[in-house]
């Protein structure tokens, strides 16, 4: 099927049930989006199409198909055929009559178009018997659809049609379906012809009664009392008038019309000699019951040369293409109101043709009673100029008055409009292609870029805007390290010390979205986050210290890939006053400045392994908030001389799937630590450098369940679905000889030391000297 066909089921399926239901229908079906109008699909796709419809929503086949042969109708009238379908008839009969030859007309544009055929046949009670040929079975519902809207919308009339008969049709060559239905009408006046003709019982009572003779008798009758009336008020002295001078009062010349009042006036002898009449009509055949050809017209002959000799069956030089039925006079009469489409036959033409295309012709059958002969009508069926050429005919051979000239040249230019619109439709599907996938690229860079930036700091950069600043009077910053992270880095490669980053920071980045904090940035092994910036929040504390505890538990599932056993992070809070910004233009990043960020940082270096290390002024805001927390006393602090410190311990009000963002119903995390540790240790080498780093794809998988506080939006009480977080890709074709060594991933401390203004990083003097210089963002690429 061509695909107008399909693109019009897409806008029924899209305009009735909507674009969702479109898009899972497309993808059960495994179908393209897009369908473009000449271009030729299988039909295959369309029953795909209408029987996934049918199955998704629980419709039966026939109703689906009625509707869509009613929408069908309408679609064909939106794109243009309106004119050309309501000028087939003046009603129904002669419209569904004429069906045969619209598709005949559209196959010139349409040339693999393989259209059904229809036949109707009147009965004595005013109903109809509607013969549906065609080669695709399952679709016969299709018609009551269509045929039901044009009685409609065209003549005003609305219509039932039941299957009396459904078979194979043996005649046509092939088995066929042949569907016949019993179409029976009756009329739909709109609410001023229905009170109008209310008021007449005459008419009422009269209609659907009376023959068409009667009727047209009534008429003329009521019309001609009429204008005896009018002359008798006019004329005092009224003046008896003939037959004939009422008929002249009647029908004037220019105005007025004689209703079903005309008769054709046929001669005694046909004033044509025959060689005018082959001449004339240079394509025509007249052939008897037995297919023996009487007469032909001179064109023909010179096409056919065989045809000269009088008396040879038609059949034997000709095979019928459309409609495909039996060449038998009888099979013939039944479609005697179709269009007949016959070829010539290759073996039948001299040698030196045999190579050109062989020729159509294209006309209608006419039996004539008197003689019992067929008359064939024809024209060549010719679409271009070059099928003109291909076949050495001239636009001579074809008769001055035959059209078919003009359909020629004409059909060159539709023809050629066709092809470029053809062109256009497959440019704009390809835009349309290049359109989609820049949105999906644009979607890939504003994730990129909003993962890197606050959304509102983003936009503005978006915007060529410059980021002011922002002083914020309280926020809470936190500061994580891995213990020993030196040691670890010396005795194992650097392949192994990406994978473990990578898998715990994965595990930090989705505590983040589930406590809604703002992470800042990674250096090394070092992360560090912020509650309260860019968007003040009044719960920062509360957040970032959820936060915390969050980070001691998913760390308990990394292993160390020295001795197997959990990695250690040191963890320090602190909350105060900090500057935010962004800095530079190349790989910008939205930075905090300040006093509060040095004592963050202090925090952490001076904290103890798997411990949260708290600032009296987080344990300020924590003490009425359901936290336990122990304190440590007070401590000297580089930098800052004795600061009293806390530890936190737990939160009281909330489990440990709250806190991790799991589902209610998620299996206890620590016994799978304790069962993943126990199996990692059996399994465990001589040599634990050479073990990867495998994460854990369970924590990953599961929704994000953001944890709920005093002042978090109604939304983000929701399960954030959707978005688990980029699992870990397989590294096995790395090899460990590339150049990462472990100079790489340390430097000198002394090159890295407060390279961030007033963020200074003091380390304890029992640990080695380490650099953070290695952003985490390198880790994510894997």
């Known amino acids: 099927m061509y695909g107008f066909i399909n693109t019009c089921l897409k806008s029924l399926v899209v305009e009735k049930y909507g674009e969702e239901i479109w898009e899972r229908l497309r993808v059960q079906t495994g179908v393209q989006d897009t369908f473009l109008t000449f271009e030729v699909y299988s039909d295959e796709i369309t029953m795909q199409l209408i029987d996934k419809t049918c199955k998704m929503l629980d419709v039966p086949p026939d109703m689906v198909l009625k509707q869509f042969g009613e929408y069908f109708f309408e679609f064909c009238k939106r794109s243009g055929y309106d004119h050309m379908l309501r000028t087939l008839g003046g009603n129904l009969y002669e419209f569904i009559e004429n069906l045969d030859a619209l598709h005949s007309y559209l196959s010139l544009s349409y040339q693999e178009m393989n259209a059904p055929s229809f036949r109707v046949e009147k009965n004595e009670d005013g109903s109809m018997h509607l013969h549906y040929y065609s080669d695709r079975r399952g679709l016969c519902h299709i018609v009551p659809g269509i045929i039901g809207a044009a009685a409609l919308d065209f003549f005003n009339i609305e219509i039932s049609m039941e299957i009396v008969n459904q078979t194979e049709e043996e005649e046509r060559t092939g088995k066929k379906e042949h569907i016949v239905f019993l179409v029976t009408q009756k009329p739909i006046f709109s609410y001023k012809r229905r009170n109008k003709f209310a008021s007449s019982s005459h008419y009422l009572s009269s209609f659907g009664k009376q023959s068409e003779k009667q009727l047209d008798k009534e008429d003329l009758e009521r019309t001609m009392n009429k204008i005896r009336d009018k002359n008798s008020l006019a004329s005092t002295c009224p003046v008896k008038k003939s037959h004939w001078e009422t008929i002249r009062g009647i029908v004037t010349i220019g105005k007025g019309r004689l209703l079903r009042g005309f008769h054709p006036v046929?001669?005694?002898?046909?004033?044509?000699?025959?060689?005018?009449?082959?001449?004339?009509?240079?394509?025509?055949?007249?052939?008897?019951?037995?297919?023996?050809?009487?007469?032909?017209?001179?064109?023909?002959?010179?096409?056919?040369?065989?045809?000269?000799?009088?008396?040879?069956?038609?059949?034997?030089?000709?095979?019928?293409?459309?409609?495909?039925?039996?060449?038998?006079?009888?099979?013939?009469?039944?479609?005697?109101?179709?269009?007949?489409?016959?070829?010539?036959?290759?073996?039948?033409?001299?040698?030196?043709?045999?190579?050109?295309?062989?020729?159509?012709?294209?006309?209608?059958?006419?039996?004539?009673?008197?003689?019992?002969?067929?008359?064939?009508?024809?024209?060549?069926?010719?679409?271009?100029?070059?099928?003109?050429?291909?076949?050495?005919?001239?636009?001579?051979?074809?008769?001055?008055?035959?059209?078919?000239?003009?359909?020629?040249?004409?059909?060159?230019?539709?023809?050629?409009?066709?092809?470029?619109?053809?062109?256009?439709?497959?440019?704009?599907?390809?835009?349309?292609?290049?359109?989609?996938?820049?949105?999906?690229?644009?979607?890939?860079?504003?994730?990129?870029?909003?993962?890197?930036?606050?959304?509102?700091?983003?936009?503005?950069?978006?915007?060529?805007?410059?980021?002011?600043?922002?002083e914020f009077k309280e926020c809470t910053i936190l500061f994580s390290d891995v213990v020993t992270f030196t040691n670890i880095c010396a005795h194992c490669e650097p392949i192994q010390i990406v994978l473990m980053l990578n898998t715990m920071y994965l595990r930090f980045d989705r505590l983040t979205t589930v406590h809604d904090v703002y992470k800042v940035e990674t250096i090394g092994d070092a992360y560090m986050v912020v509650g309260g910036v860019p968007v003040p929040i009044s719960t920062h504390a509360e957040r970032v210290a959820n936060f915390a505890l969050g980070m001691i538990i998913a760390a308990k599932d990394i292993k160390n890939p020295v001795s197997g056993n959990p990695i250690q992070i040191r963890v320090g809070i602190h909350t105060g006053p900090v500057l935010a910004g962004v800095v530079g233009e190349k790989m910008p990043r939205y930075c905090l400045f300040g006093d509060s960020v040095n004592i963050a940082s202090r925090m952490e270096s001076h904290g103890v392994p798997s411990k949260i290390h708290l600032s009296d002024s987080v344990h300020h805001c924590l003490k009425d908030k359901n936290f336990e927390m122990l304190e440590r006393g007070e401590i000297d602090v580089k930098g800052k001389g004795k600061m009293h410190t806390y530890f936190l311990i737990r939160n009281m009000a909330a489990t440990e799937n709250e806190i991790m963002g799991r589902p209610t119903r998620a299996p206890d995390p620590s016994h799978e630590a304790a069962q993943s540790s126990q199996e990692y240790k059996a399994e465990a080498s001589p040599k634990p450098c050479s073990q990867d780093i495998q994460p854990n794809p369970d924590e990953e998988m599961l929704p994000i369940i953001a944890m709920k506080y005093a002042d978090s939006p109604i939304e983000a009480h929701a399960s954030l679905k959707g978005r688990n977080q980029t699992r870990l890709k397989d590294l096995a074709g790395i090899k460990k000889t590339d150049a990462w060594t472990y100079e790489s991933l340390h430097g000198d401390q002394q090159a890295h030391k407060d390279s961030y203004l007033m963020q200074g990083r003091s380390k304890p003097a029992a640990e080695e000297p380490r650099i953070r210089n290695v952003r985490s963002n390198f880790c994510n690429l894997f």
């Open 266 to 470: 046929y001669p005694k002898t046909l004033w044509i000699d025959p060689r005018t009449f082959c001449n004339g009509l240079p394509f025509h055949i007249v052939f008897d019951e037995e297919l023996q050809v009487k007469q032909a017209g001179v064109s023909i002959q010179k096409i056919v040369p065989g045809l000269q000799i009088l008396g040879i069956r038609l059949d034997q030089y000709f095979s019928i293409i459309r409609p495909e039925v039996k060449f038998t006079i009888s099979s013939l009469q039944k479609f005697i109101n179709s269009q007949f489409v016959f070829q010539t036959k290759r073996n039948m033409m001299p040698e030196s043709w045999r190579q050109r295309p062989m020729l159509e012709l294209r006309g209608q059958m006419i039996w004539m009673e008197s003689v019992q002969c067929m008359l064939y009508l024809c024209s060549p069926l010719l679409r271009t100029l070059h099928e003109l050429e291909e076949r050495h005919m001239h636009i001579a051979d074809i008769a001055p008055h035959d059209v078919t000239r003009d359909l020629i040249l004409l059909n060159q230019q539709r023809l050629a409009e066709m092809e470029l619109s053809n062109q256009l439709e497959r440019k704009k599907e390809e835009l349309r292609i290049l359109s989609k996938h820049l949105e999906e690229e644009k979607k890939k860079t504003e994730a990129l870029l909003y993962a890197m930036l606050p959304k509102h700091v983003a936009n503005q950069l978006k915007e060529g805007k410059r980021v002011e600043a922002g």
